[in-house]
């Protein structure tokens, strides 16, 4: 997979985790839009976070005020840093990039994004 993750695991609910990704260097002056999406079981993958182009980040309602979404031009990465967190969180994760024009303001479908992670797996427990 040309991104990796890595940072998942079981957690307590309340508590935090931060997710790494890190991007080839190769690819990652192609990327226009990164994102961190996830899937639970049963469900489709939805984001919860993205970079758009002119910098800023969006969230999905559901982990606004609890997760930030980071990059790093220099390390070529993207981190979600993510706290609160609760039992709806426990999902798999995947780092996520988009090429093509950058005058488009990056979407949240999943089907928009050519570049991905394997995933990895945060669970919350209570």
């Known amino acids: 997979a040309p991104l990796v993750e890595s940072g998942g695991g079981s957690v307590q609910a309340g508590g935090p985790v931060r997710l790494p990704c890190v991007a080839p260097?190769?690819?990652?002056?192609?990327?226009?839009?990164m994102s961190w999406f996830r899937q639970a079981p049963g469900k489709e993958r939805e984001a919860v976070a993205t970079?758009?182009?002119?910098?800023?980040?969006t969230y999905a309602d559901s982990v606004k005020g609890r997760f930030t979404i980071s990059k790093d031009h220099a390390k070529k990465t993207l981190d979600l840093q993510m706290n609160s967190l609760n039992l709806d969180d426990t999902a798999m994760y995947y780092c996520?990039?988009?090429?093509?024009?950058?005058?488009?303001?990056?979407?949240?479908?999943?089907?928009?994004?050519?570049?991905w992670g394997q995933g990895t797996q945060v669970t919350v427990s209570s």
């Open positions: 996520a990039a988009k090429v093509g024009d950058s005058r488009v303001r990056c979407g949240t479908g999943y089907w928009e994004y050519n570049y």
């Open positions: 970079i758009q182009t002119d910098g800023s980040a």
């Open positions: 260097q190769s690819t990652y002056s192609m990327y226009i839009c």
